[in-house]
């Protein structure tokens, strides 16, 4: 265990966790609502330090980061533990289980994916992703440092649901994330999610001026998938800059969720909308659909980057330039 960052005392028997906006007053004892921060004897303690449940080398499409280093490969961990409680939730075996763990310091995370990088893999750094990271605060923050160091890039897979002042202190050594917007409606936040909508959409404001950003959304039936919805969201992340890649992600039941799987008409209809704001709007976890695979040139509207699965093939691009008419395409690597 390591004591953890951002809590004060409020009370003779009480801790407040100021890493996310959840603000958990914890007893002695006691864990915050993620259930990896414990009160011992007026001290605040990550007990999850050093320990992950997953890892493995990744394309960096997986996360998904289209429009980050295509085509290269990244040493991804994961712990347990999630600051929000998704009834849909994926990864719920991690995330709220009790999986195995096993440890693994900071410098011997970095070792691993300098040794995949020095084997040829094309491993190019870390993710912290599978649950989520904002709950391993203090790891990465460490392993981050020692990443770059290193000449790694740090990727954070993450639900944006982190105050500002953690966020801000980390987001100088974290190259790319993805933030998965749930929802544009704090209802759904709410009910769905045990959280709120607001402290995500400002983590997404704060982290597109610093680092490269891409957003994922899983659509759900009947509950985030309207036309309007969909509008709104995309007019939203437009006006923070329109060549910000949005995925809509196919949900299949989980967890605490037994609906159906998403259409696939709605998910070709949210990438129809979404289209129409963005220059970026991708499809996952939907081999059937071919539309929101490639990169296209939002300009000539020719491919410039081909996908088959996680199989990557830059076909018309040269400086991050479309090859037919020259225009701009943003990658960052």
């Known amino acids: 265990m390591k004591e953890a960052l951002f809590y004060e005392k409020t009370g003779a028997d009480r801790l407040q966790c100021r890493l996310c906006p959840k603000m958990c007053r914890i007893k002695e004892g006691g864990t915050g609502f993620c259930r990896v921060r414990q009160h011992r004897k007026g001290v605040l303690y990550t007990t999850n330090y050093g320990k992950y449940a997953s890892a493995n080398l990744d394309p960096v499409e997986k996360k998904p980061l289209y429009h980050f280093c295509p085509g290269a490969h990244i040493f991804s961990l994961g712990t347990k533990g999630c600051n929000l409680r998704c009834s849909f939730c994926q990864n719920w075996n991690i995330a709220h289980g009790d999986p195995c763990l096993y440890h693994l ?11 995949y990088k020095e084997k040829g893999d094309n491993c190019i750094g870390l993710a912290y992703t599978y649950s989520e990271p904002a709950v391993w605060y203090e790891y990465i923050y460490d392993t981050a440092h020692l990443a770059r160091q290193a000449g790694l890039k740090n990727v954070l897979v ?18 790319a994330l993805n933030i998965d917007l749930k929802s544009f409606n704090d209802e759904y936040y709410l009910k769905e999610c045990k959280g709120h909508l607001a402290p995500v959409l400002r983590a997404i404001e704060i982290s597109s001026r610093q680092s490269h950003l891409e957003i994922t959304t899983l659509l759900l039936p009947g509950l985030n998938d309207s036309p309007d919805e969909i509008n709104q969201l995309a007019a939203w992340i437009a006006d923070l800059n329109k060549e910000i890649p949005l995925h ?39 081999p059937q659909i071919t539309v929101g695979n490639n990169t296209d040139c939002p300009q000539c509207g020719q491919t410039v980057i081909q996908r088959s699965g996680y199989a990557v093939k830059i076909v018309a691009l040269k400086e991050n330039k479309c090859l037919y008419c020259g225009y701009p395409i943003s990658i960052t690597c």
């Open 105 to 115: 310091k900071p410098s011997e995370a970095v070792k691993k994916a300098l040794d």
């Open 248 to 286: 809509f992600s196919r949900y299949f039941p989980s967890f605490e969720k037994d609906l159906p799987p998403t259409p696939l008409d709605t998910l070709r209809s949210a990438h129809k909308i979404a289209r129409e704001k963005l220059d970026y709007v991708y499809i996952g976890n939907a």
């Open 158 to 175: 993450t639900n944006g649901f982190i105050n500002e002042e953690p966020l801000k202190q980390l987001l100088p050594y974290i190259d």
